[in-house]
């Protein structure tokens, strides 16, 4: 069975820097197994499946899958998805591209020349209790001083968040990643004008505690859940840039807005790999 294959940067600001996806599209006929073997041996940190969609609302339903699980939902997946739907030259049923997948629909909409998805509603919110929070400060070697607040923000991968005084302080972590087993942790810490420029208004990375723990370059369901959270406690305005990946030579970058009840993460998206692949 040969199928269409593209692998897409996602959130780059420049060739290569951003978070690869690879996508299958027309993979209706592919077994679990199957879709999980080819995501283990892509490799990536998401390999997402294209499908006719189950829900009368819905332009397409999508699976997205780790190396090693399932997801309900996710952020880079879920804009390179869209695009390269769209880029199939696929047309939505409204105004917005709505897509489905194991969290719900999702709706995806044009922001300039970029795409942008509305945050999904949050499945855990609140601070994080003292256990989960010792443990996360341990396995990034970090002192219950040297954070301002930590919060849940989890919408689907199970993000918790901690919020450290700068962009220079959020660099500066070097995880313990076998302390880190079986937590996935946010951190979010604002740009300083003067030292760190204006291209950005706050700096995250996204640390996870699965197989042997790896470090999420750029990360669309993280940064949407600290959106909500920022936004809504005033921490962040209603309109800021993210910048992720500079630990890791990446470059990526999110658009926040919020707009009416939503909050929309944005980004680019563009083909990088374009071709068959035979399962």
């Not at 849940?152 to 919020?163: H, K, R, T």
């Not at 005084?165 to 076998?178: C, G, T």
């Amino acid at each position: 069975m040969d199928l269409t294959f593209r692998q897409v940067d996602v959130f780059a600001t420049e060739p290569f820097h951003g978070n690869p996806l690879a996508v299958i599209i027309g993979a209706d006929g592919l077994s679990d197994v199957q879709m999980a073997q080819i995501a283990n041996w892509t490799n990536l940190s998401e390999t997402t499946f294209l499908l006719r969609p189950t829900h009368p609302d819905a332009d397409y339903r999508v699976r997205i899958f780790t190396p090693q699980t399932e997801l309900p939902f996710a952020g880079h997946p879920t804009l390179g998805s869209a695009f390269v739907w769209t880029s199939l030259g696929n047309t939505s049923k409204s105004d917005v591209i709505i897509q489905e997948c194991g969290a719900g629909l999702v709706p995806v909409r044009r922001q300039a020349d970029r795409l942008a998805f509305a945050a999904p509603p949050r499945r855990r919110i609140g601070p994080v209790g003292a256990d989960d929070l010792t443990h996360a400060l341990t396995a990034l070697r970090l002192k219950p001083d040297d954070i301002l607040s930590a919060q849940w923000a989890d919408n689907g991968p199970g993000w918790m968040v901690l919020q450290l005084p700068s962009r220079r302080d959020v660099l500066a972590i070097q995880p313990d990643w076998q302390t880190l087993q079986g937590q996935r942790v946010g951190v979010v810490g604002a740009w300083d004008p003067a030292r760190d420029g204006t291209d950005a208004q706050f700096e995250v990375r996204a640390f996870v505690g699965d197989g042997q723990g790896w470090e999420d370059p750029v990360t669309g369901s993280l940064n949407a859940g600290i959106a909500q959270w920022l936004i809504e406690s005033g921490i962040a305005p209603a309109q800021y840039v993210v910048s992720q990946g500079a630990a890791l030579r990446r470059a990526g970058q999110f658009f926040v807005e919020k707009v009416s009840d939503d909050i929309w993460i944005g980004g680019n998206v563009v083909t990088r790999i374009s071709g068959m692949i035979t399962v």
